[in-house]
């Protein structure tokens, strides 16, 4: 799942204004954003298939430390500790919850191969909404969009709306294939899109706004 993690962050820019909505915007992918470097580190390995961009041919073989519920949830707690001592206490336990609902929703995607612990021989778990690539694509547009129309402000609503569609458009090859091969040549470089994927979200729905 891509936007669709967005919509927590706007759910939560929601319920907590005074929080910076940096901090629930950049904790919703901070497992992805971790991931990346984890990779390059060959502490986590991915497997593409540079036969097809389909993302349920992404094969997923190890990543306990950025994607398994307990262990990701410690580390995101490092990460709001230091936000709690140099922003403020909520902005610490919203990070923390925004971090932690990544989880949860890729839980519905993802195909059987998200930990629980992390640990070696851990249980995992997806329900593997990859499967069906059109149901998919519908739905996570869907949710990101009435999540969006329900709590944002009405002045902020047509722009994060363009930006999820435009978002959502970026990443329709891996729904579909519409590509023979996949333009991630490697596992380094897939990963490298989605740090710049989620990064560039979060920045630019940050700037719609404070705008």
């Keep these: 799942m891509y936007i669709g993690h967005f919509a927590v962050a706007y759910l939560l820019i929601g319920m907590f204004p005074?929080?910076?909505?940096?901090?629930?915007?950049?904790?919703v992918g901070f497992p992805d954003i971790l991931w990346p470097f984890f990779v390059f580190l060959g502490l986590e390995k991915v497997?593409?298939?540079?036969?097809?961009?389909?993302?349920?041919?992404?094969?997923?073989?190890s990543y306990p430390y950025s994607h398994s519920l307990l262990i990701s949830f410690l580390i995101s707690c490092i990460a709001g500790i230091i936000l709690g001592v140099f922003m403020s206490p909520l902005a610490g336990v919203i990070f923390i919850f925004a971090s932690?609902?990544?989880?949860?929703?890729?839980?519905?995607v993802h195909l059987h191969d998200l930990p629980v612990t992390g640990f070696k021989g851990g249980r995992k778990v997806g329900f593997g909404l990859w499967k069906y690539p059109l149901i998919a694509f519908v739905f996570e547009y869907v949710f990101y969009a009435l999540v969006t129309i329900l709590v944002m402000p009405p002045a902020y609503i047509p722009g994060l709306l363009a930006l999820g569609a435009f978002g959502h458009l970026l990443n329709i090859n891996s729904f579909?294939?519409?590509?023979?091969g996949n333009p991630a040549k490697s596992d380094k470089a897939y990963a490298v899109f989605a740090l710049i994927g989620f990064i560039g979200f979060s920045l630019v729905a940050n700037y719609i706004l404070a705008g």
Excluded: A, M, R, Y
């Design 100 to 108: 932690v609902s990544h989880w949860f929703l890729d839980i519905v």
């Design 47 to 61: 497997e593409i298939n540079k036969e097809s961009p389909l993302q349920k041919h992404i094969k997923f073989v």
């Design 18 to 27: 005074e929080v910076p909505p940096l901090v629930p915007l950049i904790g």
């Design 176 to 180: 579909f294939g519409f590509t023979k």
